[in-house]
Every structure is written in C-alpha cells, then in structure tokens.
C-alpha cells in the first residue's frame, strides 16, 4: 500500500515566522513530490514540486527531500495570514497516479 | 494563465440516478484524471486517462464509474447509479506530460451531492 502520512495539525504559527511542514512516503520507488495548498473548499493550487535530494526554493518557499529517510518538508519564510490552509503532499512514481496525504492546516496568527 | 474547467460546481442527485461531471482540461496536455475527496478527508485518486483510453484505475473505480472523452475538448465521469457514499467532491486535473516534473493541474472541483 502506498501511504503518505502528513501530521493533521493544526500547525499555528505567528505572522513573519517559518512554519514546518512534514511529510513521510512508504513508497521507495516514488520518484517525485509536490506540494499543494488548498483553502477550504477550494481545489489544490499547486505550490512546488521536487524530485532530487535536497532543498529547492522558490520564493517563501523551501522544499527539502531526503529519500533515504523517505522524508519531504515544506518551509514557509515570513508566514502571511493569507498562507493559512491546508497543505497537501503527493507523491508519484510514474506520473500516472500521485498520492496524497490527508494535509497538515495552517495558520498563521497575525 | 491557462486552467481546467469544470461544470457544474455543484451537483444536487437522488440516490440511483446517473450523473455526468464535465472537464474540459488545458489545451496542450496529454494525461487527465479523476480524483475526488470526500468532506474531511484526503485527495483520493480515480482513474487517469491518455491516448483516448482509461491507464490506470483505482479499487474505487468500480463498474459504476465510467470516462469518456467524447471530443477534443471535453473529458467526463459518468456515475451510473449514484449512492450515498459518492458524496464528494470531484476534482478534475490534466498534466502535460507523465514525467517526473509533470505536475497535476486541477480544476475548481465539483461538489456532488446524493441525497
């Protein structure tokens, strides 16, 4: 079975501060991970992806993945009130079928 | 920027009848996709589509479940006989290509109720 575990939260942070969010995948032949944001009742919005060790930034943005532990990581730099959502982790191998953990919330406290 | 459409946002059905869900996926991709989440849960994956026919499905794609890609633009699920638990909301996604850094674009979604 391929899990992604995403801890349910809530993750509460004050504005201008880094929020941390996790990801684990039991799946060792997933090859890459996305991030995605989604408000409450709203589709995901894709944030960033990442497919090689290490960190990737873009903008606020931080994606790190360690595979040998199997571990994604989101960081958000100077948390807006407007980053308050949840977030999702998805992961594919193929690019045929991604799967999701069930989303960490967020929110950040002006 | 371009995006994936879906219609209607909101669904209202009777438990036994059949509904239709219409996409219409960004021009220039290849792959589309199903997937629904149920109210509190996670995004849960249905079936992916490519080259005019289904590529892979989920346990949750049963008999019921039908796609079809009736022209060059639009792309559809059909749910022959809906139940109480298909209560969700479905989401339809295209990506360009199926690659590694290919990722998921989704439409707004559409809100199925079965009473």
């Known amino acids: 079975q391929k899990e992604v575990e995403q801890n349910s939260g809530p993750l509460s942070v004050p504005e201008g501060a880094i929020a941390s969010l996790n990801c684990t995948y039991s799946?060792?032949?997933?090859?890459?991970f996305f991030w995605y944001r989604q408000y409450s009742g709203k589709s995901p919005e894709l944030i960033m992806f990442?497919?090689?060790?290490g960190d990737k930034e873009d903008g606020r943005f931080t994606a790190q993945l360690n595979k040998a532990s199997q571990y994604v990581s989101l960081l958000i730099r100077d948390s807006q009130p407007s980053d308050s959502a949840t977030y999702l982790c998805a992961a594919t191998n193929t690019g045929n079928q991604f799967y999701f953990g069930t989303g960490t919330s967020l929110t950040v406290i002006p | 920027e371009p995006e994936v459409t879906q219609t209607p946002s909101h669904q209202v059905t009777q438990m036994g009848q059949e509904v239709i869900l219409r996409c219409v996926p960004i021009?220039?991709?290849?792959?589309f996709y199903w997937y629904r989440q149920i109210l509190g849960q996670k995004v849960e994956f249905l079936v992916s589509f490519y080259n005019n026919e289904i590529s892979e499905k989920s346990e949750i794609f049963d008999d019921q479940f039908s796609v079809e890609r009736p022209d060059g633009s639009n792309f559809t699920l059909k749910i022959r006989s809906t139940k109480l638990e298909d209560s969700a909301m479905y989401f339809c996604?295209?990506?360009?290509?199926?690659?590694?850094?290919?990722?998921?674009?989704f439409g707004n979604g559409t809100r199925l109720t079965v009473t």
């Open positions: 990442i497919y090689s060790n």
């Open positions: 996604a295209s990506s360009e290509l199926r690659t590694r850094n290919s990722p998921l674009h």
């Open positions: 799946d060792r032949g997933s090859q890459s």
């Open positions: 021009s220039n991709h290849l792959y």
